[in-house]
């Protein structure tokens, strides 16, 4: 998994009125839950990398005390007018410890389906994945080049020794589906057929 260094500040008041004032101060205030509970805050715009992106990343604080831990975002809260970061949970990660993320999917290929005229359904753009922090993935990749119209990409297909997915394996990633026009086309083709049949054995 990837990683980003946020560097911040222990807070040492958690007060309405201290909070207040850092993010006056374009700061964010954070906790860091783990083997302690840890308050600190840091610049707005540090966060951006980590927030504004389909991507998970591992975080590397360190804070002004020379403090360092290895986190990942739990979870955030945003101002429900300005859409400003308010608050930030992090998790402290362990390497003896699994921990459970929601990792992006991505899509590789274009199914046959589609070039024949059907069209993609991309049903669950993130799966939860179960793992040591070492062997989380920064994203889970379905190649679904073989996919006729009709077919599916089920979990079981994207199966893996490196983590565990949290899903059940017939739960479906993506799929190619008819499109109305292509019906249209086959139900024609097939009357064509059925009526060059029919004058082929009157003419008999």
């Given at each position: 998994?990837?990683?980003?260094?946020?560097?911040?500040?222990?807070?040492?008041?958690?007060?309405?009125?201290?909070?207040?004032?850092?993010?006056?101060?374009?700061?964010?205030?954070?906790?860091?839950?783990?083997?302690?509970?840890?308050?600190?805050?840091?610049?707005?715009?540090?966060?951006?990398?980590?927030?504004?992106?389909?991507?998970?990343?591992?975080?590397?604080?360190?804070?002004?005390?020379?403090?360092?831990?290895?986190?990942?975002?739990?979870?955030?809260?945003?101002?429900?007018?300005?859409?400003?970061?308010?608050?930030?949970?992090?998790?402290?990660?362990?390497?003896?410890?699994?921990?459970?993320?929601?990792?992006?999917?991505?899509?590789?290929?274009?199914?046959?389906?589609?070039?024949?005229?059907?069209?993609?359904?991309?049903?669950?753009?993130?799966?939860?994945?179960?793992?040591?922090?070492?062997?989380?993935?920064?994203?889970?990749?379905?190649?679904?080049?073989?996919?006729?119209?009709?077919?599916?990409?089920?979990?079981?297909?994207?199966?893996?020794t490196d983590f565990e997915f949290l899903h059940p394996d017939n739960m479906v990633i993506a799929q190619v589906k008819t499109?109305?026009?292509?019906?249209?086309?086959?139900?024609?083709?097939?009357?064509?057929?059925?009526?060059?049949?029919?004058?082929?054995?009157?003419?008999?």
């Amino acid at each position: 998994m990837k990683s980003i260094t946020i560097k911040g500040t222990k807070r040492e008041s958690v007060g309405k009125k201290a909070t207040k004032a850092l993010r006056n101060a374009d700061k964010v205030p954070c906790v860091i839950y783990g083997k302690d509970t840890v308050h600190f805050s840091a610049e707005e715009k540090a966060f951006k990398k980590l927030v504004y992106t389909p991507k998970v990343y591992q975080v590397n604080l360190e804070l002004e005390d020379g403090s360092k831990f290895k986190a990942i975002k739990q979870d955030i809260q945003f101002h429900p007018v300005s859409d400003r970061i308010l608050h930030i949970d992090f998790f402290e990660l362990s390497d003896s410890r699994p921990i459970t993320m929601a990792i992006p999917v991505v899509l590789e290929g274009t199914p046959k389906g589609v070039k024949d005229g059907g069209r993609l359904m991309f049903t669950n753009r993130k799966l939860d994945v179960k793992a040591l922090p070492a062997n989380l993935p920064d994203e889970i990749t379905v190649d679904v080049s073989d996919l006729g119209i009709g077919g599916k990409a089920y979990i079981k297909d994207a199966k893996t020794t490196d983590f565990e997915f949290l899903h059940p394996d017939n739960m479906v990633i993506a799929q190619v589906k008819t499109m109305r026009n292509v019906v249209v086309e086959e139900d024609e083709a097939t009357e064509e057929a059925t009526e060059e049949a029919t004058e082929e054995k009157a003419a008999e």
